[in-house]
């Protein structure tokens, strides 16, 4: 059909009983405009041919499909065969375009998702490391441990036969995360002998590694055997479990490898670069690194030192409770303006007042006067007020200096508990080994075995709970800084100095008596000031006459106000002088308890100093002589597992009793320079 120079096809549709029968359709009758009828069959040509059953479309355009399997191959190779064949060969009339769909496109959009997924996965890694360490350089020697893990992840893959895919990638990902592990384990083994003490850094290596190989092997073993039934999977679902679980084996299987043997070395490296210590240059201390680093690690952030001083200087710079007494002090000084206000300024007018036909006005002006020890009074009592809060400020400090120092010290005590506990940990962990040992080889019963075991497991409990105890003391200290940032304990535990009391009378220096002493002065001041308000008070005033235009008469007046009735006055000031008892009561009774305390204070620290002279040089070298007889003893078969694990839990509690004496005797000190207001 023709419309100008515009061409349309015509598309017909027929009843279904008539659409079969091409003689029927020839003969189909066409209306004509001039109301005549003619045959289809003469201006069509009407066959059967065959077309598609359906047209498929796809964005509004025609698309014809063909598929294709793929076995042995992986999809992108083979798609990139296939355009290179068409692009080559196939002329396409104009229009007409080529598109790659099915599970290739399903790889494509995968592929560009993983781009970004990958390195946001390798950058999440790295940044959590670096919070756990607080180190870069550390947080590179574990992140090492990912390039070792994709190189046995390819290997595994080509060995399999497998080609890379997706699930392949998402198994890279996964390893990445586990890998690390065993570096965390190592790394931080390491830190904690650190701190524990141990300066050599090859000592350091063959130690932690020797400590720390079952718990690398386990944490390799744990991930990798979970994985096997995946990567021998025949059910549905294989061709994505295979890949995965392939790379994720073979990966543990090089990083825990490879890890053992590098990272130690690397340790050192940088280790040595940071202190410019101990050079390890020879092959054979190499070897040595290599070899026992074959045989680990607990995380722990590495984090400032806090010292007691950080620690009052950031609870004086935060607490809120000195910041509202430094405002309350300063609101008192704004109130002292407010001493020498006088009574409102009067302005007063008056008109016809004079019975005449003139008109006349008057205009005049009256203030108001108190005496002038009535003004001295008030401020007098305003600047006490000052002084009152000041001295509330100071014993807001000095409060909070003790209780900055208690937490601290109390954290300082729960820290050296722990550390007892891991050395502790270490002489039931040697001795489990050595019972084992025994029972191995026919020596021992297996009572003996069992015991060690408990007796390791219990102290593990133990570890648990005294780092339960670091943590809710480090909280009580951060309440008191106003912060929650974490702190690590310096490795010293010391006591504090003693405090020579040659001069009982220090204490009544204490702030919360110079306090109360101050609030009694301000009492006193406020009885003044209640009896100053029922003095007269005087009026001064001048006012200007008129009685005509012209003439004017002016004239003064002095007025006296005496207040009568002195009721409300004198019930004021009783009730200030009672209030002034009371403050003095209070300061009585506050001297009396503070002298009480100092006292007590002062006996408790005798008591605690001859507590620590006989650990000292009695108690501590006795219990390392139990601990170093019991062990020789028991190894050599003098005595039995019983009278060994006793020796060594007396020895520990000699040890710990010790440090509960320093942290006692601390707190009697901070208690004393509480009083004496240090």
């Known amino acids: ?95 007409y ?30 940044f959590l490391l670096f919070l756990t360490f607080r180190s870069t350089k550390e947080a590179l020697i574990i992140f090492s441990a990912i390039p070792l893990a994709a190189i046995g992840g390819i290997l595994a893959l080509w060995m399999r036969g497998m080609n890379f895919s997706i699930s392949a990638g998402v198994g890279f990902i996964a390893l990445f995360g586990v890998a690390v592990l065993n570096g965390i384990v190592l790394i931080s083994y390491y830190n904690r002998l650190k701190e524990e003490g141990e300066e050599d850094i090859t000592n350091r290596i063959l130690k932690g590694s020797a400590a720390r190989l079952q718990p690398v092997l386990a944490t390799a073993a ?209 001795y489990e080994k050595y019972a084992n040992k025994k029972y191995q080889v026919g020596e021992s019963n297996k009572l003996e075995k069992i015991n060690a075991t408990l007796q390791h497991k219990d102290l593990i409990l133990q570890l648990a709970q005294a780092k339960t105890k670091v943590s809710f003391y480090l909280t009580d200290l951060q309440k008191w800084m106003c912060t929650s940032e974490q702190y690590k304990a310096p490795l010293q535990f010391t006591q504090l100095p003693e405090i020579n009391l040659n001069d009982t009378s220090l204490v009544n220096k204490h702030p919360v008596l110079q306090f109360l002493q101050q609030q009694v002065t301000a009492k006193e001041l406020a009885i003044k000031a209640e009896k100053a308000k029922g003095q007269p008070s005087f009026n001064l005033g001048v006012n200007a006459q008129s009685l005509d235009k012209a003439k004017y008469f002016y004239y003064g007046g002095v007025g006296v106000n005496i207040p009568l009735f002195k009721n409300g006055v004198k019930a004021r000031t009783q009730a200030a002088k009672f209030e002034s008892e009371i403050a003095k009561k209070e300061l009585d009774k506050t001297q009396q308890e503070i002298s009480t305390l100092f006292l007590q204070q002062n006996q408790l620290q005798q008591q605690s100093l001859q507590q620590l002279k006989y650990y000292q040089t009695e108690g501590l070298p006795m219990a390392e002589s139990i601990i170093n007889a019991a062990q020789l003893s028991y190894k050599s078969g003098d005595i039995g597992y019983i009278e060994y694990i006793q020796n060594i839990k007396d020895a520990i509690k000699i040890k710990t009793d010790y440090l509960a004496a320093i942290n006692s005797y601390n707190q009697t000190i901070i208690q004393l320079n509480y009083l004496l207001n240090r």
């Open 97 to 126: 375009y080529v598109a790659y769909g099915g599970q290739f496109k399903n790889l494509q959009e995968a592929k560009n998702r993983l781009i970004i997924a990958v390195p946001v996965a390798l950058l999440i890694i790295f």
């Open 1 to 95: 059909m023709y419309e100008g120079e515009k061409k349309f096809d015509l598309v017909v549709r027929i009843a279904k009983s008539a659409n079969t029968d091409a003689d029927a359709l020839r003969a189909l009758l066409i209306p004509l405009p001039n109301g005549k009828q003619i045959p289809l069959n003469e201006i069509a040509d009407v066959n059967f041919i065959s077309s598609p059953a359906q047209i498929s479309r796809d964005d509004a355009e025609r698309r014809i499909v063909i598929e294709a399997n793929v076995r042995g191959r992986d999809v992108e190779s083979v798609v990139k065969e296939i355009q290179e064949v068409l692009d080559a060969k196939l002329k396409l009339p104009e229009g």
């Open 222 to 430: 744990v991930a990798s055997l979970g994985f096997i039934p995946m990567a021998f999977s025949t059910s549905a679902g294989a061709e994505v479990q295979k890949p995965l679980a392939t790379v994720v084996i073979g990966g543990l299987f090089s990083s825990t490898l490879l890890t053992l043997f590098v990272l130690p070395v690397l340790y050192s490296l940088f280790y040595q670069k940071r202190k410019k210590k101990m050079k390890i240059n020879t092959t054979a201390n190499t070897l040595l690194l290599l070899i026992f680093s074959m045989i680990g690690f607990n995380a722990k952030a590495q984090t400032n030192t806090l010292t007691l001083q950080n620690a009052l200087d950031l609870a004086t710079k935060n607490y809120p409770a000195i910041q509202q007494a430094t405002l309350q002090t300063q609101q008192q000084q704004a109130l002292t303006g407010t001493a020498t206000i006088l009574e409102p300024f009067n302005i007063n007018t008056g008109l016809g007042q004079i019975n005449s036909n003139v008109f006349d006005y008057n205009i005049g002006v009256a203030q108001g006067f108190k005496l002038p020890n009535a003004y001295k009074a008030e401020k007098n009592l305003l600047k006490q007020n000052v002084s009152v809060a000041k001295s509330y400020e100071t014993v807001t400090k000095n409060e909070l200096i003790k209780n900055v120092s208690n937490a601290y010290y109390n954290w300082l005590f729960s820290w050296q508990e722990y550390s007892l506990l891991l050395q502790t940990d270490s002489i039931f962990a040697d």
